[in-house]
Each structure stands twice: as structure tokens, then as C-alpha cells.
């Protein structure tokens, strides 16, 4: 059934936010709703307080771009990770995702995306300025490049293999194992903790 | 992959909200609120303002019970409707399934639920006695029972039919033609339709 007409003006906003999301038909969206409203008044305020935070409160650290509580992420802030390492990652789901293996205790650098000349990406609409930056004021040892075994990654890959060479740092990626076209946020810990474990030296 | 360690409680908040909805699991929640947060904070805080008005400023129809944006719902507040017709249904999703037929021109009555004993919903839960009020002021020929034809709808029924009969009224029921065990919510428009055009009287 198409719910032409709803009764309320509110109610029909409140679908056609939900129903902006991905994967989230009217349908969905129209039961998901009816689901808040048959809740009490200060369940629905913390969930639409909830949203109104992420845009308001959340921080991007100011070291690593990883999205935090504070100015610096927890992680940047842990004075017993290994500072001379850097594992560079797409987004914030591959630092989650990274740290579920408890395998990596360097820091991160998120880059907010991949080089895709089809959706319009390039170099400079990533956090790679800032990247090298970092290297260039010395202390790192090594930079692994973690990013996704597909044809953006291994561009991207490529990109910062001929900008960062020049530094004397070592280059390495994520060893073998992660199979060629996975997404990295959704391989599996073990392989993921062990590809880390096996990073190899970046070569074209 | 189970997100178990999250970089911002901010981020892990709205997750578990979105989390919380029916048929929305944690993985599907963290994609929700990663969408959310690529968009820009207007959008963010519409959509985040629109949950909190659901419960701040919506209106329940003093006088049918519906979802309204005034004390006085739309249906009951158009004069072209038929005054002495009375629609009893279980929730609004009903009176938008029935509207949607465009073949109703009497008013509602919104019971809020069905008696249903497994889930502990007796008569007093449900908006029978101000059913009762409107009929005793008068003016009313006939309650239609519009209610999903499952076991909950017929003990629904039948209370109504032995709390309503000895007014001097018309009971009816919607016609055979919506199938037996169906959710009145989800029937097709011409089944609906039709079924509100022959509709029979009521009979135990």
C-alpha cells in the first residue's frame, strides 16, 4: 500500500527522514516510526538527541582525522602505542575494524577515502598533505599502507609509494591474504590480524 | 565483524539507538549512522529534529483518537463528512489503509489496540469508553467494526457487539472479502474498498 496521505504533517516528515536512508523503503521507514511513537517521550528524545549530536559534538582528531569525543583520539593519546608506526587506512570503519585484531599497536592516519577517478576523488580531497607532514617532521620508522585490495586501493597505494618514497621511511602494505577485491571492513579478523602481522615491502 | 570497541561514545549512542528499532541490526545501525554523518549538519539536525517533534508537538484527535498536527484531526474537522457513521478501527494505520480507498466518507474512532490476552491487552486499555460517550450523546446511526479479521479483531468484535447493541444503532461489519487471518494494515485498496461497501451486519 502507498501511504498517500498521512494524518499528520510531522509524522510524514519523520518517513521521509527515515525513509532517506540507505536501504530504507517508505514501508520500513513508516514502521520504524510507529515504532518510536509507541515509545515514551524520553526514549524518543535520546534518540533524536543522538542524532543531533553527531553533527554538533563529534571531533575529528586533529592527528590521525579519526573521528573522536575529543581534540586528540584515544588512540593518538595512548602514550604506550609505538609513535614511529603508522598504518594508513580509507575511514574510521578500517581503524575499528583494525583494532578488533588487538594485533596493531601503532597509530593511524585516515585518509577520508580513496583515490576513484569515477566518483570524481583525487589526491587532494584526502588527508595526504597531512600525512606527510607527520613524516616530514621525523620520528616515523614505518607506514603501512592498509587500504582495500581493489583497483582504488592499489591506485591510492601506488599514489603514496611515489610521493612518500623519497622520505627514509619503509613502505609497507598489508601482506597477502587479504583476497584481491574484498573490502577490508568486512574481512574477517583472523585473516585481517594476520595480513597485518605479514605486511610485506611495498613494490609496484 | 562485531564493532566492539567504538573511537566516540557519541558515534556508539546513536548506533545503539538506530540499533534498537525493529528488523535493525548493529551492522546495519553503524552503516545508518555512517550515512548520517556523511551528510551535512542541516541535514543531520532536520532529520534529528524530526524524531524529537514526534513526541513534543503531535496530537491525538480529541475526538477519534487519530494522529493529528491540531486538537482536532483533519477527518473530524471536515464538515463534508458523514456525522452519523463511525469508523471503529485499531490504530491510524487503518484510518490511512481506509482513507486510501477513497470509498469512506463517515468519521473514525481509533481503539489504540486490540484485546489481545497473550499480550495482556484487555478492553480498559483501549479506547472504548469515549466509543460509548459519542454514542450516548447521540446522533449516531450506525459503528462500523473495521478491525483486522484475526482472533485478537473477533474477541474485539464481540466485546463491542454485547457493550454496543443495546443502543439503538446500526453494527456492522466490514464484508467477507478481506481473507481470514489477515492484517487489515496490508490488504490491497479494492479488496478494502469493496469490503467497506458490502459491509454486513454484525452477527456472532
Given at each position: 500500500m502507498a501511504y498517500t496521505e498521512f494524518p499528520s504533517r510531522l509524522l510524514e516528515n519523520a518517513v521521509n527522514e527515515f525513509a532517506s536512508l540507505p536501504g530504507v523503503g517508505r514501508k520500513t521507514a513508516f514502521r520504524l516510526v510507529m515504532n518510536l511513537l509507541r515509545r515514551d517521550a524520553g526514549e524518543v528524545k535520546r534518540f533524536g538527541e543522538s542524532i543531533l549530536k553527531l553533527h554538533e559534538e563529534i571531533h575529528y582528531c586533529r592527528s590521525c582525522?579519526?573521528?573522536?569525543?575529543t581534540e586528540l583520539c584515544s588512540v593518538c593519546a595512548d602514550e604506550k602505542r609505538d609513535r614511529s608506526l603508522i598504518c594508513v587506512v580509507e575511514n574510521i570503519q578500517d581503524v575499528m575494524a583494525i583494532e578488533n585484531t588487538r594485533q596493531f599497536r601503532g597509530l593511524y592516519h585516515v585518509l577520508g577515502g580513496i583515490i576513484s577517478p569515477v566518483d570524481g576523488i583525487g589526491p587532494s580531497d584526502l588527508k595526504i598533505d597531512s600525512l606527510e607532514e607527520k613524516i616530514k617532521a621525523g620520528g616515523i620508522g614505518e607506514v603501512i599502507f592498509a587500504l582495500s585490495t581493489t583497483m582504488e586501493g592499489d591506485t591510492t597505494n601506488f599514489y603514496l609509494y611515489k610521493r612518500l618514497s623519497k622520505y627514509d621511511i619503509i613502505l609497507t602494505t598489508l601482506a597477502r591474504g587479504v583476497a584481491i577485491g574484498d573490502e577490508l571492513?568486512?574481512?574477517d579478523e583472523i585473516t585481517l590480524g594476520r595480513a597485518i602481522?605479514?605486511?610485506?615491502?611495498?613494490?609496484?
Amino acid at each position: 500500500m502507498a501511504y498517500t496521505e498521512f494524518p499528520s504533517r510531522l509524522l510524514e516528515n519523520a518517513v521521509n527522514e527515515f525513509a532517506s536512508l540507505p536501504g530504507v523503503g517508505r514501508k520500513t521507514a513508516f514502521r520504524l516510526v510507529m515504532n518510536l511513537l509507541r515509545r515514551d517521550a524520553g526514549e524518543v528524545k535520546r534518540f533524536g538527541e543522538s542524532i543531533l549530536k553527531l553533527h554538533e559534538e563529534i571531533h575529528y582528531c586533529r592527528s590521525c582525522h579519526n573521528i573522536s569525543d575529543t581534540e586528540l583520539c584515544s588512540v593518538c593519546a595512548d602514550e604506550k602505542r609505538d609513535r614511529s608506526l603508522i598504518c594508513v587506512v580509507e575511514n574510521i570503519q578500517d581503524v575499528m575494524a583494525i583494532e578488533n585484531t588487538r594485533q596493531f599497536r601503532g597509530l593511524y592516519h585516515v585518509l577520508g577515502g580513496i583515490i576513484s577517478p569515477v566518483d570524481g576523488i583525487g589526491p587532494s580531497d584526502l588527508k595526504i598533505d597531512s600525512l606527510e607532514e607527520k613524516i616530514k617532521a621525523g620520528g616515523i620508522g614505518e607506514v603501512i599502507f592498509a587500504l582495500s585490495t581493489t583497483m582504488e586501493g592499489d591506485t591510492t597505494n601506488f599514489y603514496l609509494y611515489k610521493r612518500l618514497s623519497k622520505y627514509d621511511i619503509i613502505l609497507t602494505t598489508l601482506a597477502r591474504g587479504v583476497a584481491i577485491g574484498d573490502e577490508l571492513e568486512y574481512t574477517d579478523e583472523i585473516t585481517l590480524g594476520r595480513a597485518i602481522n605479514n605486511r610485506n615491502p611495498y613494490h609496484q
